[in-house]
């Protein structure tokens, strides 16, 4: 291969890496990628995205309460439901997604959120 193509195909694959490393996906775009597996259809009885019965109540405990628990497991549910891809960050944006489409009304989280949930759920360990 000459110079050329080999630094366009370098470029492009750094470019590859770096946007699928990015942690710039949206919480509905993350829950897309992993949390449908089980909050799509309510597999292993996880609250149904939409489920305002469910998350209703989820959303009275509050973000410290459900974000730990994502980012840790919970019973039937692993750490960040399976994916270790996923940053905390974008973890915490698909809770408050499904959260908010359950009546919630949380803001985009930020990285200091995301930092203040991890200690929470190192704290508290797996229940
Ligand atoms: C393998 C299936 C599975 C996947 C994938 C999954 N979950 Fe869950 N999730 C569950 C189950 C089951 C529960 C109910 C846990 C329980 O009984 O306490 C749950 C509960 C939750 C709760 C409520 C926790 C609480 O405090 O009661 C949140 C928040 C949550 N999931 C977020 C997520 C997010 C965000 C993702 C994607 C990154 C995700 N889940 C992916 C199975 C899953």
Redesign the pocket.
């Given at each position: 291969m000459s110079l050329a193509p080999r630094l366009a195909l370098t470029t492009a694959l750094a470019l590859f890496a770096a946007a699928s490393s990015a942690e710039d996906r949206s919480g509905e775009e993350?829950?897309n990628c992993?949390?449908?597996?089980?909050?799509g259809s309510g597999?292993?009885?996880?609250?149904r995205l939409g489920d305002g019965k469910r998350w209703g109540k989820?959303v009275k405990?509050g973000l410290d309460?459900?974000?730990p628990?994502?980012l840790k497991g919970?019973?039937?549910?692993?750490p960040?439901?399976?994916?270790p891809r996923?940053s905390d960050l974008?973890?915490?944006r698909?809770?408050v997604?499904?959260?908010n489409a359950g009546g919630g009304a949380f803001a985009e989280p930020g990285a200091d959120d995301a930092r203040r949930w991890r200690d929470l759920a190192e704290r508290k360990g797996r229940?």
């Open positions: 993350v829950f992993t949390c449908i597996v089980c909050h597999y292993l009885h996880a609250p989820l405990e309460d459900l974000v628990a994502a919970q019973r039937a549910m692993p960040k439901g399976g994916n996923l974008e973890v915490a698909a809770v997604y499904m959260a229940r």
